[in-house]
């Protein structure tokens, strides 16, 4: 009988490679790699990887397993999950992946109240914005995240993925507080901003997707990128001292920052989603069901708090 562990390491050099990146993504070192993938091979009795130079890749028999590996694992992950769903038993390691204001206004509030629910449930926790972090998901290296969507800058569809849109909030201009462009209070037109010099996120993040889709479609240039960073707080500053302006979601406060005003966008109505997405039937896990109505009484109790937030989808989006 082969090993699943095993299965899994042939199907992460597929997906990944190398060895190295497989061992990176599993924890293990690349000799533990290398290890796992000969003795699948001695129970396989076939070659599933050969050398290419100094690399590994998978043989057609290899491309074949590796196949089957994806649907076995899966089964494996499924049974699990209903198992624990037949205990009812909400216990283990939840691993949810989120943007900064999701984890700062919907799961930091969270996490009192399920800590006194269920004090055998434990999550762990990473700030990251990429996008590759659906595609670990699909892997079941972690079971919610939590990203940002665009109205005009849309996620596609993931098969085997439930996305579950929890607030919808406006975006903003920030500029710095004696820009001549914020004079008055009204709307500021993306148009009348071409040459001024901008922040927002690295490369590969939805934000900086944004700017650049934004300005091109509603201002006819592209934005000139002085600065980056995923931490709001550095963005404000440059804001604030170096004269950039910025998008910002309604969550990102930005008008409590000294030196920076928020004005809105004249051209169109910008809008922010913040979407919830797990593995379609992962909410049969007790733990993760938890965490799940947890992050949705969070998002209604900021909703009313905030008027400016929707829960969910706003009418006629």
């Known amino acids: 009988m082969m090993d699943l562990g095993r299965l899994r390491v042939l199907r992460e050099l597929e997906l990944r490679g190398t060895v190295g990146a497989v061992a990176e993504a599993l924890g293990y070192s690349p000799s533990a790699v290398s290890q796992q993938l000969a003795q699948l091979q001695r129970e396989t009795g076939v070659p599933l990887v050969e050398r290419v130079g100094r690399r590994l890749r998978l043989t057609a028999a290899g491309e074949v397993l590796a196949g089957h590996a994806e649907a076995l694992l899966a089964q494996a992950q499924r049974a699990r999950e209903e198992t624990l769903a037949a205990s009812g038993r909400v216990a283990g390691v939840v691993r949810l992946v989120g943007f ?96 001024h010099p901008w922040v927002t996120g690295h490369v590969g993040t939805n934000v900086a997707d944004l700017l650049e889709r934004t300005c091109v479609e509603l201002g006819g240039f592209r934005p000139e990128i002085r600065f980056r960073s995923n931490d709001f707080l550095v963005v404000f500053a440059m804001v604030a001292r170096a004269g950039a302006a910025c998008l910002v979601p309604d969550l990102a406060m930005a008008e409590r920052q000294e030196g920076v005003v928020v004005r809105d966008i004249a051209e169109a109505r910008v809008l922010r ?45």
């Open 100 to 195: 900064q204001t999701a984890l700062l206004h919907v799961l930091a509030p969270a996490l009192p109240g399920l800590a006194e629910r269920y004090p055998e449930l434990a999550l762990e926790i990473t700030d990251e914005e990429f996008h590759r972090v659906l595609m670990a998901l699909v892997r079941a290296e972690i079971d919610v995240v939590l990203t940002d969507e665009y109205t005009h800058l849309p996620r596609p569809h993931r098969p085997g993925l439930a996305a579950e849109v929890l607030i919808t909030e406006p975006i903003r201009i920030a500029l710095p507080a004696g820009d001549r462009h914020a004079a008055g209070g009204g709307p500021v037109r993306v148009a009348d901003l071409a040459g």
């Open 273 to 317: 989603r913040m979407v919830m997405w797990t593995r379609a039937g992962a909410d049969v896990r007790p733990s993760v069901g938890a965490v799940l109505d947890a992050l949705r009484s969070s998002a209604d109790e900021l909703a009313a708090r905030r008027p400016s937030i929707v829960r969910g989808v706003p009418d006629g989006e």
